[in-house]
């Protein structure tokens, strides 16, 4: 039997970032029953149909971004905006995410925790230790002092949450219970990089 780990780069950089070397660095973690799915979604410019199948077809989520003005990448909430039609539904319903937030000195962990909310709200589960936070401030001062902050993320700890998404993997195939969602209408063909979004929400004023 073979899994799918979906590698969700929400990066500004695309394949030229952090975020890109780092997911590489999870992916090379993988047991041989795991293969990765390496998505990057400032290039994606396939149909919104073939993303929500591949998001089907995955067996857990390792959610990559940078930390932009307080926030997670455009790409990514991009991505949170078109898929919303699919929450709870077969694409995230109790499969395990896990974030991978780069930063250049704070405000990554607030961010790690709001995605993972969101993730968490779209119907995926959350295994123990789901993300870490690497920044470049951090790194720096391990490198000065690796006694005095033993503490701090480091990329090496990139293989724990990785090993306990495969893990969480099994909650996957629990008759999970939802509460009623109103469904929004699903937004079909190309992929919309850009433009306004018709979510079939009520209008104000």
């Not at 455009?74 to 995410?97: D, H, M, N, T």
């Amino acid at each position: 039997m073979t899994y799918r780990l979906l590698l969700l780069n929400g990066s500004l950089r695309g394949t030229e970032g952090n975020s890109a070397r780092l997911l590489q660095r999870a992916a090379e973690s993988l047991p041989s029953t795991w293969l990765a799915d390496e998505l990057c979604l400032a290039d994606y410019a396939g149909t919104v149909e073939a993303l929500a199948e591949r998001l089907q077809n995955a067996d857990a989520f390792l959610i990559a971004s940078g930390v932009y003005w307080g926030s997670w990448g455009s790409p990514l909430q991009r991505f949170l905006e078109v898929i919303s039609s699919y929450e709870l539904s077969r694409c995230f319903l109790g499969k395990p995410a896990g974030a991978l937030i780069s930063a250049d000195s704070v405000g990554g962990l607030d961010v790690a925790q709001r995605l993972l909310g969101a993730f968490s709200l779209l119907g995926c589960v959350l295994p123990p230790l789901p993300c870490v936070v690497l920044s470049r401030t951090a790194c720096a001062a391990t490198a000065a002092d690796p006694d005095a902050n033993a503490d701090v993320w480091q990329v090496e700890d990139l293989d724990i949450v990785v090993q306990n998404l495969l893990l969480a993997r099994t909650f996957a195939e629990l008759a999970w219970s939802t509460w009623p969602v109103r469904k929004l209408p699903r937004i079909e063909g190309n992929y919309p990089t850009h433009g306004a979004l018709g979510a079939g929400l009520d209008k104000f004023g």
